[in-house]
């Protein structure tokens, strides 16, 4: 079946401008997750969805970032003014439920000149 | 503050090996515990749960200490395609049910 698709694969953008990256999990996952890693790094937890409840913003690293799950679906996440700091890889993963293994998409790698 | 701890190595062994690996977790409410195996540059892709009886999945095995609060991955016959890095995972509960990942532990199996 069909996996956890993010897009785009690539970005490169310049300082100062907002990027917006996407999701599409498992269909019937409810817990959705946003992770950054930066090379050599482990991963760093941005925010957690879990079906309507509101969600765990706790390590969103700033105000420039933020996210939205729309129809308990598809999530974006939003970096505005972006800084050379925040080029990193970008994965997101769903899971069936909070106690169930997560899978992971490809991940976006997003580049700040 | 470190809640899930795992050496990060590198575990450097020869084909054919036995090799383990442990991590370590400070909340004794956890509730769900795996291991994932992350390749360079790739996304991490689960490996196996973990239970409390214990679990096998052909040369992999995976065990769970709550008294002494770690959970273990056993690898026998490695082989050079293991190469990668092994990533714990556990989710705690009372409240925040967000899964943490440790650093991961770095394995190279070699010729």
Known sequence: GAGVSQSPSNKVTEKGKDVELR??????????????????????????FQGNSAPDKSGLPSDRFSAERTGGSVSTLTIQRTQQEDSAVYLCASSADTLQPQHFGDGTRLSIL | RK?????????????????????????????SFFWYRQDCRKEPKLLMSVYSSGNEDGRFTAQLNRASQYISLLIRDSKLSDSATYLCVV?????????????????????
Do not use: K
């Not at chain 2, 690996?21 to 956890?30: D, G, L, Q, V």
């Open chain 1, 23 to 48: 999701c599409d999990p498992i269909s019937g996952h409810t817990a959705l997750y946003w992770y950054r890693q930066s090379l050599g790094q482990g991963l760093e937890f941005l925010i957690y």
């Open chain 2, 3 to 31: 809640e899930v701890e795992q050496d990060p190595g590198p575990f450097n062994v020869p084909e054919g090996a036995t090799v383990a690996f442990n991590c370590t977790y400070s909340n004794s409410a956890s509730q």
């Open chain 2, 91 to 111: 989710t705690f509960g009372g409240g925040s049910y967000i899964p943490t990942f440790g650093r991961g532990t770095s394995l190279i199996v070699h010729p």
